[in-house]
């Protein structure tokens, strides 16, 4: 399961909130609520979080395996 705790931390370092995210940098609202509740985004999203943050890809998300991941 890709788990977005990471994100938050290093919002939390950064000058930007999720209020700049959404009304500076025009990342939706439903975007900050997949992250909140770590439903997948797309890799155009994180790369912009990345450019905004500038950050690694590490800074934003990270794999945990889950019983919850999808049968392969």
Do not use: G
């Amino acid at each position: 399961m890709i788990n977005y705790s990471p994100f938050w931390e290093t919002l939390h370092k950064s000058n930007e909130t999720t209020y700049t995210l959404i009304n500076k940098h025009h990342i939706s609202s439903a975007t900050i609520d997949k992250l909140r509740k770590n439903k997948p985004l797309n890799t155009t999203t994180i790369n912009d979080l990345c450019r905004i943050l500038y950050c690694e890809v590490e800074n934003i998300m990270k794999y945990i395996p889950s019983e919850e991941d999808q049968k392969l």
